[in-house]
């Protein structure tokens, strides 16, 4: 707040300083009251313009422009109040019909940049929202939402959909073994796997830890089989080279397949997550379906 006062100070000085020596120049046409209000109002705006943009810091671009654009207005409508005081001087003509149309062009600009600068804040925020950072996948609450919007969706009655839940075998042994930063190389390896097994209108998320779910959508038991097949071989292979050390991990999973219509995507985790203990208990790296 203090430099605000030291800057608009300035300002102010030099204002006065300018209309002091320009008032030699009386006009000797009648000064339009009318004209030097409006002008001296809008000459107030910019300058207010001026002191608000000081809070766009966030944005160098927009925060330049701006104040570019707020100081020629205020500049050219100035001008405008003085010249009514004064005989017509063609300097001063000349810099107030450059100054004012360039101050407005930069406005437009400058608010242009500043609309877009909040909507790539809101997208990004957006993002960040629902995306895990470590893998890229959705989170448990942004899949959550998806697939539960996906569910609302209007199915025929022979419209399957399925939900695959699996966890990374002994997950904690290659933390404790490794070091977390490779356990964080295989939580990337696997995301990107499944990403790259799966359809696009698929949906997987990362739903906490070591843990990861897939939405099937208008597929059945069959074929949701054969894609947790897909994904069990494809992180089986996964090699990771770790100080002269191949590292490789296993996944289980439980499957659950039900008819589109009435169902919902917490019941449909819950069910899947049982068949994952299932398989876990039956020796890991293996799959099982909810009956
Ligand atoms: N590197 C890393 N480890 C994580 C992360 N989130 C959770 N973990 C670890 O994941 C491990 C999960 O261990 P457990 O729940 O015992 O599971 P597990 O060792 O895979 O055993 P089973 O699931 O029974 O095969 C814990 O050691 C957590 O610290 C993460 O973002 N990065």
Redo the contacts with the bound molecule.
Sequence with gaps: MGRFKIQFAIIAVISAIFTYVILYYPSNEPTIYIDVLIEGVMAISCLFLMFFTETLKDSREVYRTLIISSCLLFSGHYLDVIDEFTISLALLDALEATFKPLGFLLFIAGSYRWVRFHENQSEQLKHLAEVDP?TGLLNRRAFTEKAQSLLLQPFNENQHVSVIVF???????I??SHG??L??R??TEVAAIVKSTLKKNDHVARL???EFVVLLNDTGVDRAKEIAEEIRTNIEAISILHRHQQIQCTV?LGIVSEHAVNTDITTLIERADMSLYQA?SDG?NCWRVAV
């Design positions: 470590l966890d990374i075998d002994h997950f904690k042994g933390n404790d977390h930063g356990g964080d295989v939580l906490g830890g070591e289980s876990k890991r």
